[in-house]
C-alpha cells in the first residue's frame, strides 16, 4: 500500500527564517497532495494542496513544490512568524477515494 | 452552517464496553470518513462512505463499524471497545467531485479512552 513519509518530525527556527518540510510517497498513482495544519488541541486544516499536473503553488508565505519523477513533494513557510507554530501533516491520494494516506507529521517551532 | 460536528468531546470506556461516535455534517457533502490520530502516527482512516448507503473500508477498519443511512450522519461503532482504541477520533467531510481539490473539512474531535 502507499507509505507517505515526512521529514523532519520536529523542527525549531527563528522567528523571520524559513521553514521546509519534506514528504515522500511511493503509490505512483497519487495525484493529490494537500498538506495540513494542527494547532494543540484543535482539527486539522487544509493550508494548501497541489495536484500532479503543477509543479509548484504559491500562497503568500507558504508554498509547495512537487517532484512527480522521484516521488516527493515539499511545503516551504518564508518569514516564519510564532502563530506558525503547529504540526504539519502531508498527504497523498488518488483519482478514487479508497487511498488517502497521512504523513506522521512536523512539529514546528518558531522562536520570537 | 455549523459545518463538521461530532459527539461526544471526550469519553471513558472500559475494555469490552460498546460506543457510538456521532457524525454529522449539513453541508451537502456525499464523502464522509472517520480518522484516528495517534501520536507519532499522522492521521489514519478507519472507514469512508462516498453517499448514503455506501460505506468502505479504510486503512485500519478492524474493530470498528460505520454505517451511513442518510447524507448528513455518519456514527463510527466499537463493539467492543480495546485499550488500543485509545485515541483521538476526528470525522471528516467533502464534496463528491471529479476535482479532487475540493476541501476536506474536519471536525473537531472526540478523545476516546478505553481503560
Known amino acids: 500500500g502507499e507509505n507517505v513519509e515526512q521529514h523532519p518530525s520536529t523542527l525549531s527556527v527563528q522567528e523571520g527564517d524559513s521553514a521546509v518540510i519534506k514528504c515522500t510517497y511511493s503509490d505512483s498513482a497519487s495525484n493529490y497532495f494537500p498538506w495540513y495544519k494542527q494547532e494543540l488541541g484543535k482539527r486539522p486544516q487544509l493550508i494548501i494542496d497541489?495536484?500532479?499536473?503543477?509543479g509548484e503553488k504559491k500562497d503568500q508565505r507558504i508554498a509547495v513544490t512537487l517532484n512527480k519523477t522521484a516521488k516527493h513533494f515539499s511545503l516551504h513557510i518564508t518569514e516564519t512568524q510564532p502563530e506558525d507554530s503547529a504540526v504539519y501533516f502531508c498527504?497523498?491520494?488518488?483519482?478514487?477515494?479508497?487511498?488517502?494516506?497521512f504523513g506522521s507529521g512536523t512539529k514546528l517551532n518558531v522562536k520570537p | 452552517n455549523a459545518g463538521v460536528t461530532q459527539t461526544p468531546k471526550f469519553h471513558i470506556l472500559k475494555t469490552g464496553q460498546s460506543m457510538t461516535l456521532q457524525c454529522a455534517q449539513d453541508?451537502?457533502?456525499?464523502?464522509l470518513s472517520w480518522y484516528r490520530q495517534d501520536p507519532g502516527m499522522g492521521l489514519r482512516r478507519i472507514h469512508y462512505?462516498?453517499?448514503?448507503?455506501?460505506?468502505d473500508k479504510g486503512e485500519v477498519p478492524d474493530g470498528y463499524n460505520v454505517s451511513r443511512s442518510n447524507t448528513e450522519d455518519f456514527p463510527l461503532r466499537l463493539e467492543s471497545a480495546a485499550p488500543s482504541q485509545t485515541s483521538v477520533y476526528f470525522c471528516?467531510?467533502?464534496?463528491?467531485?471529479?476535482?479532487?481539490?475540493?476541501?476536506?473539512?474536519f471536525g473537531p474531535g472526540t478523545r476516546l479512552t478505553v481503560l
Open positions: 497541489i495536484r500532479s499536473n503543477v
Open positions: 471528516a467531510s467533502k464534496l463528491v467531485t471529479s476535482d479532487l481539490t475540493d476541501t476536506q473539512y
Open positions: 453541508m451537502n457533502h456525499g464523502y
Open positions: 462512505s462516498v453517499a448514503a448507503g455506501i460505506t
Open positions: 498527504a497523498a491520494t488518488g483519482y478514487n477515494f479508497n487511498k488517502f494516506y
